[in-house]
């Protein structure tokens, strides 16, 4: 297997950090750029190859300084919730955070990438993704995702350069691009498992629930940096884009009851109705920490489902289940660690 030297934007995020250690354990040299170099120094530097670089990657000269030496680039780059707004209907109007971060980036990044000559660029969109979504955030993604291979096929056709085919240099034509379209993703650290965990804690008697019956296929953080890794060097996922899902669809209230039942809580979940539930998120999302906004509750109303599993089909992964991998890391189990290392190595061995 080719050795690449690797930027990920987003890398000290939940993915990020967990794609971040498989790559580093396939030998590639991998430099992760993020704002605060020193938060997250005992996270990431522990793992070899790695190298922790404190830049904007928002600036087009510092960007391009930092993925110069580089032959793959991902972008992880990802906000569920604006602390500044911008209008909803991209463009015009004013700039928020989700058009700053899903759409201006994207274009950068990609456009960055095809003038350096840089062969590959690996890209996380979002299920449901699309210009035409509900939410602005979707919306937003959908819009990034398209610039990003839209750029790719421009310079498919405008240029010329050598890849990497096995142990061969070959020559190809322009920026290999591919997207990934997860659902919501678990797994040890992540912000939805243990987010309702912690709240379930916290609330006295009630849990008052918008969307109880949104439909989503969990996928585990593991087959999703799976995905990532075996993409790099395979011709057949060049120009691609795929839906990332577990092996089983759920609505939002049996998660959240599954939750209950692993944290040993006991609260009545009272599904609330659409106004009451646009009235509650116009309140919370005034509120530090944004539990719930009006936007969250437009993407819950697009179902996070795939209709094939790209998972086993492209990249030959059994995708893992809630119930296999939760427990692991919510709750009250006793031999998480164990549990978790008997994954690993079955994974380990997968490979």
């Not at 690797?6 to 790559?23: K, Q, Y």
């Not at 992540?190 to 949104?214: C, E, K, T, W, Y």
């Not at 799976?226 to 839906?243: H, L, M, P, V, W």
């Not at 031999?335 to 690993?344: C, M």
């Amino acid at each position: 297997m080719p050795i690449h030297r690797i930027a990920i934007l987003g890398g000290t995020g939940f993915v990020g950090r967990h794609l971040a250690e498989r790559l580093c354990q396939d030998g590639h040299h991998v430099r992760v750029l993020t704002r605060n170099r020193e938060r997250h120094r005992e996270d990431l530097l522990v793992l070899p190859g790695l190298e922790l670089v404190q830049t904007d990657v928002h600036d087009a000269a510092a960007f391009e300084k930092q993925i110069a030496d580089r032959d793959v680039v991902i972008n992880l780059v990802g906000i569920l919730n604006e602390r500044v707004p911008g209008r909803t209907d991209f463009p015009p109007g004013r700039h928020g955070d989700f058009e700053r971060n899903h759409i201006e980036l994207p274009r950068l990044v990609a456009n960055t990438c095809a003038r350096l000559g840089i062969r590959r660029l690996l890209h996380m969109s979002a299920l449901g993704a699309s210009p035409l979504a509900p939410s602005a955030y979707l919306r937003s993604k959908g819009i990034g995702e398209e610039i990003v291979r839209q750029a790719g096929e421009d310079s498919a056709r405008l240029g010329h350069f050598a890849y990497l085919d096995g142990p061969k240099l070959v020559w190809g034509r322009g920026l290999w691009v591919t997207v990934f379209r997860p659902s919501v993703i678990f797994g040890e650290g992540d912000s939805f498992f243990n987010r309702f965990a912690s709240l379930l804690r916290r609330i006295p008697g009630v849990l008052p629930l918008a969307q109880v019956q949104a439909r989503m296929q969990p996928v585990w953080v593991e087959d999703v940096v799976e995905a990532f890794a075996k993409s790099i060097d395979s011709r057949s996922t060049f120009g691609k884009a795929y839906c990332l899902c577990g092996p089983k669809v759920y609505t939002l209230g049996e998660l959240v009851r599954y939750t209950q039942t692993l944290t040993g809580t006991h609260r009545l979940v009272v599904p609330v109705c659409d106004s009451l539930a646009t009235l509650q998120a116009s309140l919370l999302e005034k509120l530090p920490g944004k539990l719930l906004t009006r936007d969250n509750l437009r993407s819950l109303s697009v179902a996070s489902t795939c209709s094939g599993s790209d998972l086993e089909q492209a990249f030959g992964l059994k995708p893992a289940s809630v119930e296999s991998i939760v427990p692991t890391y919510l709750g009250r189990q006793a031999d998480r660690a164990g549990r978790l290392s008997e994954i690993r190595n079955r994974r380990t061995a997968e490979r």
